[in-house]
């Protein structure tokens, strides 16, 4: 079994930073793509950035220029850098991977989500 972990999520101000990480555990053989969602309060869940096992990176437009994703590989981690927040970056974030836990087997899990928000 596959666990995901978020941490780093919090308050902050507009304009200010916050780093959130994933961390995965259990039985892990590789893992391909990795991305953070989120869902704002009314909003549908969207993809905020993905990063792939090669590290090619793609961004909602919204973000671009402000969020920064990236992996360790090593640790099984993902982090996203969060620049210049605004109120509207208001929402629980989830980080997805896509893991092979057995040869020839893939499966996508999910952390729980984290809390951002960003408010004066």
Known sequence: QVQ???????L???GGSLRLSCAASGSILRINDMGWYRQAPGKQ???VAVISS????NY????KGRFIISRDNANNTMSLQMNGLKPE??????CNMEVTWRWGTRGDYWGRGTLV???S
């Not at 909602?60 to 973000?63: E, F, I």
């Not at 970056?89 to 989830?94: H, M, N």
Request: no cysteine; net charge negative; aromatic share 6%.
């Open 54 to 57: 090669g590290g090619t990176t």
């Open 12 to 14: 902050a101000q507009p």
């Open 4 to 10: 995901l972990v978020e941490s780093g999520g919090g």
């Open 89 to 94: 970056d208001t929402a629980v974030y989830y």
């Open 60 to 63: 909602v437009n919204s973000v």
């Open 117 to 119: 928000t960003v408010s």
């Open 45 to 47: 869940r969207e993809l």
